[in-house]
């Protein structure tokens, strides 16, 4: 994209290194799974602590690289009865067990920490499937987080950064709704400023797992897929944090994904509001949960590199640009599900609430929907059977349809050109738009990467 779009966006606003006057010391740093993916990342993120060294810093950690795909691997295995949990596990754990020799002597204590870890995984392989497939999935894949948690923080204390663990679920109370709990925000924030600031007080990092909480009853729930960053976004409320910084494997908030897309720009400044608008889109950058705790709080949150952690990122705050360029999400493993009763009768008032009741029941993602005289379309995050079973539940009332595999397209700030591209080579089965976004479902797209053709930065 050429030089005059991202100068035409940022015109009128001086740029800054800070966004927000500092007005506290906390800062909350998260790192995410691809950057403590293998022992050399693991060094990286300890380069770039030393800059930090004397600063009051909460870390939060996801689980290594792919971790926990393939931990949803071995709770697959283990409802299916398949006999492959074990032997999937003991991959895991081999792949964990020849990190730390690149960073650990062999009598160093991490291995024992570890592999205590992992045995609850296997306490809960020795015995039959529970029938909460949900609960399972939560108490199997959470192990991920802790592991990687006990390593680095290991590695940071090794490296003469004083670091401190802390077991986040001992902080953030969720309801008992597995795979997405809800915090339960009074009691989270007490048990934050009981045990965080004391921690800090005696020196050094405090370092603690995304991703994971816990029931009254001492359950390990987890907060949603990829939600470390809402994790952070936790903690930086709860402590009153001065910024929260995201490392990523890019520079900054970028105007489409780079491995989908060409001549994409980084976004140098954004608002709260467009922030929260682009991730509930689907922009993979930020978790779409994690802006609000901050703008409640006017906590600013820089993303940033740790490529080069040098750069200045993206920053987002209450003070932020106007106008921006188009930016596109793509939303992969949508599933378009094309209701219709069984009688005679419309699709109804009393129809669509029953209907609506299910989806919140069963915490389907909606990421659009339109409806007709006779007939109900939503289009939802194909995950696990969730789909199936929504449509199980409401097969003796309704028809439903179901039409898997798509992609949903959103464009914020969209120009008629930017539309005309990203329909080439794909067909588009529902299409809606606002005065400020446009989104289709879309299939038969082709394996390619698509150019964004250059553009006004932005309309008016």
Excluded at 29 to 41: H, L, Q, T
Excluded at 44 to 65: E, K, T
Excluded at 349 to 361: C, D, G, K, T, V
Aim: proline share 5%.
């Amino acid at each position: 994209m050429p030089h005059f779009l991202h100068r035409n966006y940022r015109e009128g606003r001086p740029a800054s290194s800070d966004c927000h006057p500092m007005k506290k010391t906390l800062k909350v740093f998260k790192f995410g799974g691809a950057s403590i993916k293998d022992a050399a990342a693991i060094k990286n993120v300890a380069q770039i602590l030393q800059s930090y060294s004397d600063d009051p810093l909460v870390i939060i950690v996801s689980a290594m690289g792919k971790t926990t795909n393939l931990l949803e691997k071995v709770v697959e295995a283990h409802a299916k009865k398949t006999g492959q949990a074990y032997a999937l596990l003991e991959d895991i754990k081999n792949g964990h067990y020849q990190l730390m020799d690149e960073l650990f002597p062999r009598n160093h204590e991490v291995y024992a920490l570890v592999n205590d870890t992992f045995v609850e995984i296997e306490w809960i392989l020795d015995e039959p499937p529970h029938d909460n497939y949900d609960f399972m999935y939560d108490q199997i894949v959470s192990v991920g987080e802790l592991v990687s948690s006990r390593i680095v923080q290991a590695y940071l204390h090794e490296s003469g950064l004083p670091t401190q663990w802390l077991d986040a679920r001992d902080v953030i109370l969720t309801d008992d709704i597995f795979r997405e709990g809800w915090v339960q925000w009074d009691e989270t924030v007490d048990n934050a400023r009981r045990l965080v600031p004391p921690m800090l007080a005696k020196g050094g990092f405090v370092l603690t797992q995304g991703f994971i909480g816990s029931t009254t009853e001492n359950f390990t729930t987890t907060l949603g897929r990829e939600g470390s960053d809402y994790t952070a976004a936790i903690f930086s409320f709860c402590l009153d944090a001065e910024r929260m910084t995201i490392w990523k494997d890019v520079p900054g908030v970028l105007t489409a994904d780079p491995r989908l897309f060409e001549n994409v720009v980084k976004i140098d400044r954004l608002s709260y509001k467009e922030a929260i608008e682009m991730t509930y889109y689907g922009a993979k950058v930020i978790h779409p949960k994690t802006i609000k705790p901050l703008q409640n709080k006017s906590i600013p949150l820089y993303v940033k590199s740790f490529i080069d952690p040098s750069g200045e990122g993206t920053c987002i705050s209450d003070e932020a640009e106007d106008l921006y360029p188009p930016m596109v999400a793509v939303e992969m493993n949508q599933a378009l599900l094309l209701i219709s009763t069984r009688d005679f009768s419309f699709v109804a008032e009393h129809h669509m609430s029953y209907l609506f009741n299910m989806i919140a029941e069963m915490r389907l993602q909606v990421n659009m929907l339109q409806n007709s005289a006779i007939s109900f379309n939503v289009c939802v995050n194909d995950i696990d059977d969730k789909v199936d079973r929504f449509a199980e539940r409401i097969q003796d009332k309704f028809k439903v349809i179901i039409d898997r595999g798509l992609e949903l397209y959103t464009v914020r700030h969209y120009h008629p050109d930017v539309l005309v591209n990203l329909r080439r080579g794909k067909i588009v089965l529902m299409e809606e738009r606002t005065s400020e976004n446009m989104q289709m479902v879309v299939k038969d797209v082709p394996v390619m990467r698509r150019r964004l053709q250059p553009l006004p930065s932005a309309k008016g």
